[in-house]
């Protein structure tokens, strides 16, 4: 058998916990796939003497991340320590630099430095690779990167985020509201004490970004997503949805006519039987369409311990069999610089709290056909609190300033009682 | 960029000329992606006079297919004439002899002469590729040969045969009993005329031995499957597994246990909240689970010129990228070589016929006593033709062959009509 691949590892903690389980769990079957030996030779982590449940005993230590790119004992250095900047990215630099493979779960560092990165591993000739940036433990950077990678890719779309899918499909199953199912899924381990970056929609962003750069051949465009979390979905929303035969679920959307790319990541209503309306608790899923392939689903466990590392690992038996071939499907000189763009017109679902008095409801028809936006449909589910009231609105067939400017406007109406909250519609095809 | 990976491709049916247009419609993005021009040089099928609606007249024509494999401007040779001998399995053999890359999607070849090609590719350093033999469009022996490669996988399962997938779907969806369904597939152009390789297993049998020696590092062994198709399924049956909040499948299931491999295509009871049982249609779906990334579903069209030309050409760019490693994901000498073994016990569905008459009822509940099986719940949901009753029976978990005992003995009681239908319960989890 070949020489081993010797592992510089960054960062221990549950996941890089878990890459050493796994390598060692799995020492036969991953040296037998790889054709040689995947050794882990060096760690690095903020603290030496932390309990961490594996036996670091046989692995050399660097308190500076940054020096295992240089070891020679270090093949390939796989960066598990997360942050945008600061050490990872200096680390990632400093391993790229030096022409060594670099494997990273970093999301937010590609969200932000994918381009920089990407050209420094071609002018290196040294691979990046992430798969565990995205969805945990599906393989869907490989999927898009090299499973559809004759396809012209038009959409891709999913759900990104497990903590936000958990406490949405907790609301519902459960009849809870936002704020408990926050609290239980912190109490499960599946939403952070600060939560933001889950349930504002930031890590959907993020992943979103680099989802978009491998199906469409673009830069990957952080800045070009709009963004929207699930803070103001309520458990009464989730309620009207299912009357209107749809789930409510956090989508990441992606798709590009030209060099027009539109990004977003909302709350939006996904037909029951649509294949992302059956996906519950903390999973992923992405769907991909295209030209010839047609629609693609891949599923699976987003985060945890064990996937994640599924994922790493893959990576690294790639690398070891020595696969090469851009970070993002192309060489990163020829990568496309797409315009950010509206999406297209949508249906949307339109939930409003006013004060429940005569003229409200015509105030609101008003609005909305000064918008020129049409109503599908219009319900009073229940009276809320006393003297108030909800609307709520469906669309016929919008474009999203439109409805937006609705939006605005309603919550500029002197009835208003609360902000609007305006999600679209997910079309059960495309 | 590079010099062109040029093509032999043997076959112009359907996927042949899906792949030829494919490669004109996609060819700046393919060749982006590939970073260089993937081209075909050299075509042969048995015709050269049939209209196909593609154009021929740029690249050479050989009568004889085994030609393409000696040719100086072949670089890699696509099969697509199908059939497990013949003419594929000669250009198959001959293209590997020669070093050169092979790409099919002839399933009932790999099936059977898996191992011996996995061989010749490894002895001639040259990669053996069949992404689109399994699942079509969906990039599922990629997903498990490198995206999975860092797991123990334990059990590999799903939906492999379109036309039956798409027979039951119709059956359930609109009240048509089998031969019905059959002949609306047939004109829909979703069934052959000749429809055993489908509707008996026979196809779902072959695409399992290759995903089961993928997922475990065993040597495909077709003859290990267990085969049953689903021209008995009646949509009485549909309709009490719908009543017991099941859906049938056709489902090809693979599961070891150290050595001993069970292999198994059967029409079961998929649980209504099982993500197999949202599968509709023509659609594909695959289930791996494994050790650290827990379950995994890969969903998508499972034939078609479309789907199928984007997964040979898939294939088509990772040879132009320098992509390598082993056709069943490990070197063909490791591949393990696993005994045949029953399933694990599990629930079953029992549907019988029999004569209307008093004491009917015992004689089948003593069969079942005396072959070790206990009954779950039992039903006579209506009588039939005159003087004859269905019994639809649940069976506790019972060992198959105590199963398959108490269906055997039932068939040969005198008041038993027709032969019994035996079908497992698939469990909601693993």
Known sequence: MAAPLRIGLAGLGTVGAGVIRLLEANVDLVARRAGRPIQVAAVSARDRTRARGVDLSAFAWEDDATRLAAREDVDVVVELIGGADGPALTLARATLAAGKPFV?????????HGLELARLADDRGAALRFEAAVAGGIPVIKGLREGAAANRLV??????????????????AAGLDFAEALREAQAAGFAEADPSFDVDGVDAAHKLSILASLAFGTRPDLSGVQVEGIRHVRLADI?????????????????????????????????????LAAI?????????????????????AGAGAGPTASAVVADLVGIARGEAGPAF?????????????QPGPARFYLRLDVADRPGVLADVA?????????????????????????????????????????????????????????????????
């Open 366 to 430: 008003a609005v909305c056909r000064d918008a020129h936006v049409s109503i599908e449909s219009l319900s009073q589910p229940a009276a809320g609190p006393e003297g108030t009231t909800r609307i709520v609105m469906v669309t016929h067939e919008s474009p999203e300033p439109a409805a937006r400017t609705a939006a605005e406007r309603l919550a500029g109406l002197s009835s208003t009682l609360a902000p609007p909250l305006l999600m679209p519609l997910l079309p059960l095809e495309g």
């Open 280 to 300: 519950t608790g903390a999973l992923n899923a992405v769907v991909a369409e295209g030209d010839f392939v047609g629609r693609l689903l891949f599923v699976g």
């Open 329 to 341: 499907s192309l060489a990163a000189d020829l990568l496309a610089e797409a315009r950010p763009a």
């Open 239 to 275: 309620r009207e949805a299912r009357a209107l035969g749809h789930e409510i679920r956090l989508i990441g959307r992606a798709e590009i006519d030209g060099d027009r790319l539109h990004q977003q990541v909302t709350p939006a209503l996904v037909p029951a039987a649509h294949p």
């Open 104 to 112: 990273t779960a970093n999301k937010a560092m590609l969200a932000h």
């Open 155 to 172: 959409r891709v779309y999913g759900i990104l985020n497990g903590t936000s899918n958990y406490i949405l499909s907790r609301m519902g």
